[in-house]
C-alpha cells in the first residue's frame, strides 16, 4: 500500500492552498487531496459571498488578509490569472454610538497607515438615496434601530470569483504532480502504535501512538502526516480522537435580489466610491444586516451573521429560510434603503461557517502526526494563500511562515499551545 507524505482531507479552498504550497515547496513529496463530493471547492467554499477585506484592528488579521489580496493581486495583474477582482470597497454604516466607539480604533488605524474615508449622514442619503433618520419612523424605533451617523469607506476590499481561486490551486496542484480523488468520504481517522507489538486491541494508552492515515468508503489510505482541512466537518473526526480543535458549525444564509427597477438599478450603480462604479460591499448598523452588488448577476446578495439563537449544528445540506429574510433581513433594510420594497428573492442558498469559538480566527496544529488547518469563522477565502503558507511551514517544522509579500510570521501564533493572536473590532 502507498504511503503518501501528506494527506489532505477536505478539497475547499483551504486544502488546496495548503495541498498546493506543500507540493510547491516540496516537489517530490507524494500528496494526495480527498474530499467526498466529485469535484473541488463544491461543500462552503462554494457558498462563500465572494468578498475580501485588508481592513482588520488585529495585526494577525490583517496580516493574513493583507497578503492573501496581495498575491490574488499579483495572480491576476502579473500573471493573467483572471480572478474577477475587483476592488468596490467595504462601506461600514454606524450610529453616533457605534461611531464613538470605533473612532478609537480607527485612529489607531489611520497611524498605522490605513486607508479610509469618513461620510456624514447627509452625503450617504444624497449618494445612496437611503433614509439615515429613523426618528419618526415607530416600526424602526420598535425594532430597535438607529439612525445612520457616519459612514467610514474602506478602498483597499472588493469581490473575488471564489471558483476561479479554487481552479487555480487546483490545476497548479495538478501540474506539480500532486493528486486528487474526488467521491473519497472519510469514515474515521486512523491511529497505530509507533512500536506495534501484534497484541489486540493496540494502541493502548501506555504506548506512544499516531494518526497513519484514515479509513474511507474507498479503503484505507496511509501518510505520514494527516491533513484535516475538512472546515465545519472537522470537529466529526475529531472528537473520534478526543481532540478538542474549538471549530464548531453554524449555519449562514444569502438571499439574492433582483435590481428590477430604476432606483435599485441606480443603487446597484452608484458612482463615486470607486473605480468599479458600483456600490460598496454595504454593512448596516446594528443588526449588522449586509448587502454586497452582484454586478454580473443585476443583482444584490443580502446577509446577515446571527449569533445568538443560532445553533451550532452541523448540516449536511443546510436550506435557507424563507422567514429569515422575510421577517428579518427584508424588514431591516427596508428602512434603511426604500428602493427594496417589495424585493422577493429570485434564488437563495446557506452554507456553514466553521466557526473558532476561542477567537474567531484561524487554527493551524499539529498532534501525533496529525494536522489541522481551520476554524476560518467565515474568512476563508480572504485568508486561504496565507492560511496555506503558514500550513505548510507547520509541515516542514519550520518555526517561521513566509507569507506572499515577504512577510514573516510566526507558525505557533495561530496554534493552540503557544497562541497569540489580537482581539478584533471589526466584525461585521
Known amino acids: 500500500m502507498v504511503e503518501y507524505d501528506a494527506l489532505i482531507i477536505g478539497a475547499g479552498i483551504l486544502g488546496l492552498s495548503t495541498a498546493y504550497h506543500i507540493k510547491s515547496n516540496h516537489p517530490n513529496a507524494q500528496i494526495l487531496v480527498v474530499d467526498k463530493l466529485n469535484a473541488a471547492g463544491q461543500a462552503n467554499t462554494a457558498k462563500s459571498s465572494g468578498a475580501f477585506r485588508c481592513f ?41 454610538k457605534g461611531y464613538e466607539q470605533m473612532r478609537p480604533v480607527l485612529k489607531d488605524l489611520s497611524g498605522r497607515g490605513f486607508e479610509y474615508k469618513e461620510y456624514d449622514e447627509n452625503e450617504l442619503a444624497e449618494e445612496l438615496g437611503m433614509k439615515t433618520n429613523l426618528t419618526d419612523d415607530e416600526e424602526a424605533q420598535l425594532m430597535g434601530l438607529a439612525n445612520v451617523h457616519k459612514g467610514v469607506f474602506v478602498p483597499k476590499a472588493g469581490l473575488i470569483d471564489v471558483d476561479s481561486l479554487v481552479e ?9 504532480g500532486g493528486k486528487t480523488q474526488y467521491g473519497t468520504e472519510v469514515e474515521n481517522v486512523v491511529v497505530e502504535p509507533c512500536t506495534p507489538l501484534g497484541i489486540l486491541g493496540e494502541p493502548f494508552f501506555w504506548q506512544d501512538s499516531r494518526v497513519v492515515g484514515v479509513k474511507t468508503n474507498q479503503g484505507m489510505i496511509r501518510a505520514k502526516k494527516t491533513i484535516v482541512a475538512a472546515g465545519a466537518w472537522i470537529p466529526s ?8 480543535c474549538y471549530i464548531k458549525p453554524k449555519k449562514r444564509q444569502i438571499f439574492s435580489v433582483k435590481a428590477n427597477t430604476e432606483a435599485l438599478k441606480k443603487l446597484l450603480w452608484t458612482k463615486g466610491f470607486s473605480e468599479v462604479g458600483c456600490l460598496p460591499f454595504t454593512i448596516l448598523p446594528e443588526p449588522s444586516v449586509y448587502f454586497k452588488p452582484a454586478p454580473e448577476e443585476d443583482a444584490f446578495w443580502l446577509s446577515y451573521g446571527d449569533e445568538f439563537l443560532r445553533a451550532f449544528q452541523l448540516e449536511e445540506d443546510p436550506h435557507p429560510e424563507e422567514n429569515f429574510y422575510r421577517y428579518g433581513i427584508y424588514q431591516v433594510l427596508l428602512k434603511y434603503f426604500p428602493q427594496f420594497k417589495d424585493c422577493q428573492p429570485f434564488s437563495a442558498f446557506a452554507g456553514l461557517y466553521a466557526i473558532n469559538t476561542l477567537d474567531g480566527q484561524p487554527l493551524i496544529f499539529e498532534e501525533n502526526d496529525l494536522m489541522v488547518v481551520g476554524g476560518a469563522s467565515g474568512s476563508g477565502i480572504m485568508k486561504a494563500d496565507a492560511i496555506g503558507r503558514i500550513a505548510e511551514a507547520l509541515f516542514s517544522g519550520e518555526e517561521y511562515a513566509m507569507l506572499y509579500g515577504d512577510r514573516r510570521f510566526k507558525v505557533s501564533d495561530l496554534g493552540l499551545n503557544n497562541r497569540h493572536v489580537e482581539p478584533e473590532k471589526l466584525v461585521i
Open 168 to 176: 487555480f490551486y487546483e490545476s497548479e496542484f495538478a501540474k506539480l
Open 237 to 244: 473526526l475529531l472528537d473520534a480522537l478526543g481532540l478538542e
Open 56 to 96: 482588520f484592528y488585529s495585526r494577525t488579521n490583517f496580516t493574513l488578509a493583507d497578503s492573501t489580496a496581495e498575491f490574488c493581486r499579483h495572480l491576476q495583474d502579473d500573471l493573467d490569472v483572471n480572478l474577477k477582482l475587483r476592488w468596490i470597497g467595504y462601506l461600514w454604516l454606524f450610529d453616533g
